[in-house]
């Protein structure tokens, strides 16, 4: 996801899913938000990836929390991907 043109950030991460256990998303912060385009994304991972490798969910956000050492606070980041996206 990071060397697709338009990603400025991007994390990926799993959430408990009823069906499988854990289900893969993704948080992507496009360069340009005006011309970001999931399938243009998928389309683009589709490429590079086997289908089981490609996040289920992508979340489009204007950020993705990090601490004061640049490490992802995961925790904060499924708290705002379960409000926000559920």
Known sequence: IQDHHNTADSFSFGIK???WGQ???????????ESYSEKELRTYL????ADYKIPKRILKVEQIPKN???KVEKK???E???S???
């Open 76 to 78: 904060k980041l499924i």
């Open 46 to 49: 589709r490429s590079k990836l």
């Open 84 to 86: 926000n996206f559920d």
């Open 23 to 33: 289900m893969l998303c993704s948080a992507i912060v496009p360069q340009k938000p």
């Open 68 to 70: 004061v050492l640049g």
């Open 80 to 82: 705002y991907v379960k």
């Open 17 to 19: 899913d009823s069906e």
